[in-house]
């Protein structure tokens, strides 16, 4: 079954980086495309970045260019966020998603708050 598992979540100050890492299993990752969406208590959910299944296309939301990197290994099954510069706002449970065949799937997601 599909299964997708990230980690590198933690607490951070402000102006801090994080790497989070999800690594996933159970269908053709090459083939995908992958995505980033994180959740802040009280907020919908929101896309944070895209990346083609190739890697060479990528897409961010507004409020994270420049600040966040998405990037993919498909030899490791694993898609990376990079985050620079972290702000209080960046506060959220951060999940990545794949969706193909008519069906959308989640991971369990990571916790990342940043806080002096």
């Known amino acids: 079954q599909v299964q997708l598992v990230e980690s590198g979540g933690g607490l951070v100050q402000p102006g801090g980086s994080l790497r989070l890492s999800c690594v996933a299993s159970?269908?053709?990752?090459?083939?995908?495309?992958m995505k980033w969406y994180r959740q802040a208590p009280g907020k919908e959910r929101e896309l944070v970045a895209r990346?083609?299944?190739?890697?060479?296309?990528?897409n961010y939301a507004d409020s994270m260019k420049g600040r966040f990197t998405i990037s993919r290994d498909n030899a490791k099954n694993t898609v990376y966020l990079q985050m620079n510069s972290l702000k209080p706002e960046d506060t959220a449970m951060y999940y990545c998603?794949?969706?193909?065949?008519?069906?959308?799937?989640w991971g369990q997601g990571t916790q990342v708050t940043v806080s002096s």
């Open positions: 990346i083609s299944s190739g890697g060479g296309v990528t």
């Open positions: 998603q794949v969706s193909f065949l008519s069906r959308t799937y």
């Open positions: 159970g269908f053709t990752f090459s083939v995908n495309a």
